[in-house]
């Protein structure tokens, strides 16, 4: 099991307040695209976690990170991985319910 499952959500509102360059900070970070892992990281997007008011939301290990910064996530993961893991009952989302979610395209 990875030292850290990171899960960005992908709902509406976490999507237009940042989390895409959020995921791909991540990503050039850990060398990972979302859904890949290797020994120390699981990395994915999840579906709407409900904290749409404190968007973006990332979870580590079931903790929570709300208004999630581009410019400071990375450390802010590392704090999140040291926390007692938490099962906040969020659930992955694919890569194909991300693709088919174009929030943008109603607007």
């Known amino acids: 099991m990875a030292k850290k499952n990171i899960r960005v959500c992908c709902g509406m509102t976490c999507g237009v307040m940042g989390a895409g360059k959020i995921m791909r900070k991540i990503e050039a970070d850990t ?25 973006p939301s990332i979870v580590v290990n079931g903790n929570f990170i709300h208004e999630g910064k581009e410019e400071t996530i990375l450390a802010e993961i590392e ?7 938490q099962d906040p009952g969020i659930i992955d989302a694919s890569v194909e319910e991300v693709l088919n979610n174009d929030f943008l395209g109603d607007i």
């Open 31 to 55: 060398g990972l695209k979302a859904g890949e892992k290797n020994d120390d990281v699981d990395l994915n997007y999840c579906n709407c976690t409900g904290n749409c008011h404190l968007a």
């Open 79 to 85: 704090e999140a991985a040291t926390r007692e893991p």
